[in-house]
């Protein structure tokens, strides 16, 4: 495992971060030591592990996200003109940031859920953690991001507006993660079960309001009765009501200009996403953007 403090001193651009499941760390230092630390093999647990211990100092830690997982970039200049621009359902972005706590949870469309947490361990720093979903998520588009019994929840669904996909609808469709494994795991929402993706449903929208209610938007496009239900409940064990598509629409955050003065300016072209507090650092998703389409996209992380 190559040092990411290396990598900030100018090695090579193109190192991916952490892939050998914890047996060596990566340190995110910008100090002037520079080191690749090892876990103390009484410390390594059965488990999800950490990808990298990031350790923010001085200068941002810049992220591009990649099939492969988050790539560390010297800075956002790097990542201009690295991607084709694509409509945004089909491009690798950061789609939801859920904070709780010091912790803060991060859906990846087309890829799965990342974790960033302060390390429980010997070593200093944020845990980097990332659930790949693998083949079966680039296929689809995470349409929501909603808590269940305390837990991080996504709905996947097939967006074919701008691909003719021969993809079959995500079944599952309801995915959630927990420290036990990298990887995300289905789990069955009894509030979906009236629209079985046998019939031709998806659920393409999920969000919880600050009304206290989660509202969902089941769809069925295909077929020779097309048909779209709006639909709200207090809990997701439930069956949820129909609600008209005004209430619907209330209930959408509105979007807001995220800017923060520790995050450092982007180049035009260039947004803020989402915005969260990870144990003493500041992180927030960007975006390379040009209408309804996507190119670079990613994160930096920031000492507060």
Known sequence: ????????CKISRNILIGIFLGLIMVSCTRSSGEKSVPIPASSVRLGAQPIAILQTGAQPLWFQLTENGPLLIVSIEDAINSAALIPWPLALHVRFVHEEGEELTMAVNRDGFMKIAPNGGEVPGLAMYRFSGGDFWRQYTIGGFALYNEKPLVVLYLDDRFLDSASPLPLPRA?????????????????????????????????????????????RRRGSQPEIRMLRTNDLSQAGEDISLEVFYNSAPRETEISHPLLPSLPKGFFYTGIANAGDSLFASWEEQEEFNIGAAGFVVVKK
């Open 1 to 8: 495992m190559i040092s990411l403090c290396a990598f900030a």
């Open 175 to 219: 995915w959630t993660f927990n420290m036990d494994s990298d990887w995300p795991f289905p789990v069955d929402i009894p509030a979906f079960q009236r629209f079985p993706t046998g019939e031709g449903w998806d659920i393409d929208t999920l969000r919880s309001s600050g009304d206290g209610l989660i509202y969902y938007r089941a769809a």
